[in-house]
Every structure is written in C-alpha cells, then in structure tokens.
C-alpha cells in the first residue's frame, strides 16, 4: 500500500503558474511509474502527465504539452507538476496516482494508487 497526499493547489488567474507536490509514504516510491490525472466537474477523469521510474522518460497529454512539466525526487518520495499558464479549461480537480513499471501511462486503470486530489481553479 502507498500513500499519496497532494498539496499545492488553489485559485488563480489566466496566465499564471503553480506548482503540485505529492508525497508518498512508501520508501518503495522509486518503483512506481508515477503520474498526474485530473477531473473536472461533469467529466472524466483524465492523463494529465506521466513520469517513469527513474525520470528519464516523461509523457504529456497534448493540451498541457509545453505548458506543463512533471518530475520526481526520488530521495524525496515527492512527485512534482509545475503548470505555467494556466487558462480556465485547466480547472479541475488534480490526482496523483502510482502504478507499476509496466503501466501503460495514460490508462488510469494501471494505476494501483490514488491520492485524495487537489482543487485547481483558474479564473479568466
């Protein structure tokens, strides 16, 4: 079992950045392909980003390509997504989640692990 708590979440205008963090209770976090979904209201949940093991590869869904950048520190157990300008259609609600190696990255039903997730609102 592991534990998953994000923070870092909040209100915000167009254009600005912010930074999610989520930390993990297992020393076993560097064995989880690692990853970012969202859900806005009346939607489904969706891949937002994803990181492997070591953090050599990482994968983005197109509408935050270039915008958006996912990372890990491992030393750390913390998976990090620091999003840049931000617009309105980024509102929802942000999940991290962990999975195994071989997860396909962008289906969330290889993902094991959930956090409770973190309120993104981006005012235009």
């Known amino acids: 079992q592991v534990g998953l708590v994000e923070s870092g979440g909040g209100s915000v205008q167009a254009g600005a950045s912010l930074t999610l963090s989520c930390a993990a209770n297992?020393?076993?976090?560097?064995?989880?392909?690692m990853a970012w979904f969202r859900q806005a209201p009346g939607s489904e949940r969706e891949f937002v980003a994803a990181i492997s093991r070591l953090g050599d590869n990482t994968y983005y869904a197109d509408s935050v390509k270039g915008r958006f950048t996912i990372s890990r520190d491992n030393a750390k157990d913390t998976l990090y997504l620091q999003m840049n300008s931000l617009n309105a259609e980024d509102t929802a609600v942000y999940y991290c989640?962990?999975?195994?190696?071989?997860?396909?990255?962008?289906?969330?039903?290889?993902?094991?692990?959930w956090g409770q997730g973190t309120q993104v609102t981006v005012s235009s």
């Open positions: 297992r020393r076993t976090f560097a064995s989880y392909t």
């Open positions: 989640a962990a999975g195994p190696y071989y997860a396909d990255y962008g289906r969330k039903d290889d993902y094991r692990y």
